[in-house]
């Protein structure tokens, strides 16, 4: 069964931090992906990689980068958090194309 | 342009009866593919059912099954024989596969609860 590890389930952030969220997958996928989920917005897409060292924006990249240096790890950073990046993040792996995303349990990141 | 839209913010359904959770996309590729989760209250993103454009019967898994509709352009959820533990966030999501490859597009949900 594939597991989707994200390392931390709740996270308070001051403004202005620099904040790591961290992902591992355990499926040898070459896809993972970065979302945030907001009441009434469903899931929208960050960032997302196809290969290690390699990375996509996806439709709100704004005030995040991110970080693959290993196959199996996908981390999403935060800069500078603003009180605007308040939301669960959730983050997904993905093997053949016809196959379904397998999610993390989320985090949800309140910044104050 | 919404790829995915679900109108039913939340809906109230009987133990044991069925429920048709709504969801319309908009795409002009010809191959696609279309999923459902669903997110209980503890937070995990479940995959519960797969559709292709190109299928030719509805899919189904178990109580869910897939009202797919291509000319309307229409994917719907169905449940039957709802239990209390169906009550979560549904969402109907899809990706692209010529002009988006990577991406899956997902609407704003539907809240499910199963009233005993």
């Given at each position: 069964?594939?597991?989707?590890?994200?390392?931390?389930?709740?996270?308070?952030?001051?403004?202005?931090?620099?904040?790591?969220?961290?992902?591992?997958?355990?499926?040898?996928?070459?896809?993972?992906?970065?979302?945030?989920?907001?009441?009434?917005?469903?899931?929208?897409?960050?960032?997302?990689s196809?290969?290690?060292k390699?990375?996509?924006?996806?439709?709100?990249?704004?005030g995040?980068?991110?970080?693959?240096?290993?196959?199996?790890?996908?981390?999403?950073?935060?800069?500078?958090?603003?009180?605007?990046?308040?939301?669960?993040?959730?983050?997904?792996?993905r093997?053949?194309?016809?196959?379904?995303?397998?999610?993390?349990?989320?985090?949800?990141?309140?910044?104050? | 342009?919404?790829?995915?839209?679900?109108?039913?913010p939340?809906?109230?359904?009987?133990?044991?009866?069925?429920?048709?959770?709504?969801?319309?996309?908009?795409?002009?590729?010809?191959?696609?593919?279309?999923?459902?989760?669903?997110?209980?209250?503890?937070?995990?993103?479940?995959?519960?059912?797969?559709?292709?454009?190109?299928?030719?019967?509805?899919?189904?898994?178990?109580?869910?099954?897939?009202?797919?509709?291509?000319?309307?352009?229409?994917?719907?959820?169905?449940?039957?024989?709802?239990?209390?533990?169906d009550?979560?966030?549904?969402?109907?999501?899809?990706?692209?596969?010529?002009?988006?490859?990577?991406?899956?597009?997902?609407?704003?949900?539907?809240?499910?609860?199963?009233r005993?």
């Amino acid at each position: 069964d594939v597991k989707v590890t994200q390392s931390s389930r709740y996270l308070v952030k001051r403004t202005g931090e620099k904040v790591f969220l961290e992902c591992v997958q355990d499926m040898d996928h070459e896809n993972m992906f970065w979302y945030r989920q907001d009441p009434g917005l469903g899931l929208r897409l960050i960032y997302f990689s196809y290969d290690v060292k390699m990375k996509e924006k996806g439709d709100i990249p704004e005030g995040y980068s991110v970080s693959r240096e290993k196959k199996e790890r996908f981390s999403l950073i935060l800069e500078s958090a603003s009180t605007n990046q308040t939301s669960m993040y959730l983050c997904a792996s993905r093997g053949p194309l016809n196959s379904p995303l397998h999610f993390g349990n989320g985090t949800r990141l309140t910044v104050t | 342009a919404q790829k995915i839209t679900q109108t039913q913010p939340g809906m109230f359904v009987q133990e044991k009866e069925a429920v048709t959770l709504d969801c319309t996309y908009d795409t002009s590729d010809q191959s696609y593919g279309l999923f459902w989760y669903k997110q209980p209250s503890s937070g995990e993103m479940i995959f519960l059912i797969y559709q292709g454009s190109y299928d030719e019967q509805n899919a189904t898994e178990g109580r869910y099954s897939l009202n797919f509709q291509k000319a309307r352009k229409s994917a719907n959820l169905v449940i039957s024989a709802s239990q209390l533990g169906d009550s979560a966030m549904y969402f109907c999501a899809m990706r692209e596969f010529r002009s988006n490859d990577y991406k899956l597009s997902f609407g704003a949900g539907t809240t499910v609860t199963v009233r005993a």
